[in-house]
T-cell receptor, first 113, second 114 residues
C-alpha cells in the first residue's frame, strides 16, 4: 500500500508565472484534500474532492487557484499569476469512505521570487 | 479566530521521561480529534486519534486524553525518545458537519534530549 505522493517536491518560480502541482492519493481513497501550510502555522484547508467532484472550497482559494480531479484518481492544483504570498508548503491528503483519518503526502514547497 | 489552539510553541523533555502536549478547542461541534507528527520538509504523519464518545485512546507509547467539558485534549508520550523530536499538530473535525476537512493548531515543537 503506497502512500500519498506529490510532485514536484520543490518548485521555485518567478512572480507572475503559473505553477501546477500533482497529487496521487492512496489507491481506493475516494476523498482528497488540499491544504496549505506557511511558516509557524498548521495546515489550512483549501479544497476537497469526493471522487471527481469538488465539493468544498475555502475562502483561502482565490480565483487564481484551481483544482481538478478528472477521473477521481490523481488531482492537480494550479496557481495562476503567482504572488510572493503564495510561497508555502502545499499538502495533499486522502482518505476513504467515512473514515476520518487523513493521510498526507510529503508536500510541495513553493517559493515565489 | 483560532478554533484549535496549541499554546505551547515548544517543549523540551529528557529522554525516558513523559512528554505531555496540550491542545484546546473552541468549537463544540468538533467530535473527532487527531494528532500528527511532522518532521521538517515532510508531510504530517498520523499518530493517534480519538472520537468524542471516548475520553482516552492508547497506542503503544502514545495516549490521547479528551476532556470534553473543558474542550481540552492532551497527548502523552511515555517514555520519550530522541526520535520523537518533531513538531506535533493537534487537529479536529466535525464528523457530521462539513466535508471532513481538518482544523489544525499551530503546532508544538518537541525536543527530546538524550
Amino acid at each position: 500500500d503506497t502512500g500519498v505522493s506529490q510532485d514536484p517536491r520543490h518548485k521555485i518560480t518567478k512572480r507572475g508565472q503559473n505553477v501546477t502541482f500533482r497529487c496521487d492519493p492512496i489507491s481506493e481513497h475516494n476523498r482528497l484534500y488540499w491544504y496549505r501550510q506557511t511558516l509557524g502555522q498548521g495546515p489550512e484547508f483549501l479544497t476537497y474532492f469526493q471522487n471527481e467532484a469538488q465539493l468544498e472550497k475555502s475562502r483561502l482559494l482565490s480565483d487564481r487557484f484551481s483544482a481538478e480531479r478528472p477521473k477521481g484518481s490523481f488531482s492537480t492544483l494550479e496557481i495562476q499569476r503567482t504572488e510572493q504570498g503564495d510561497s508555502a508548503m502545499y499538502l495533499c491528503a486522502s482518505t476513504r469512505g467515512t473514515e476520518e483519518t487523513q493521510y498526507f503526502g510529503p508536500g510541495t514547497r513553493l517559493l515565489v521570487l | 479566530d483560532q478554533q484549535v489552539k496549541q499554546n505551547s510553541p515548544s517543549l523540551s523533555v529528557q529522554e525516558g521521561r513523559i512528554s505531555i502536549l496540550n491542545c484546546d478547542y473552541t468549537n463544540s461541534m468538533f467530535d473527532y480529534f487527531l494528532w500528527y507528527k511532522k518532521y521538517p520538509a515532510e508531510g504530517p504523519t498520523f499518530l493517534i486519534s480519538i472520537s468524542s464518545i471516548k475520553d482516552k485512546n492508547e497506542d503503544g507509547r502514545f495516549t490521547v486524553f479528551l476532556n470534553k467539558s473543558a474542550k481540552h485534549l492532551s497527548l502523552h508520550i511515555v517514555p520519550s525518545q530522541p526520535g520523537d523530536s518533531a513538531v506535533y499538530f493537534c487537529a479536529a473535525s466535525e464528523v457530521g458537519g462539513s466535508q471532513g476537512n481538518l482544523i489544525f493548531g499551530k503546532g508544538t515543537k518537541l525536543s527530546v534530549k538524550p
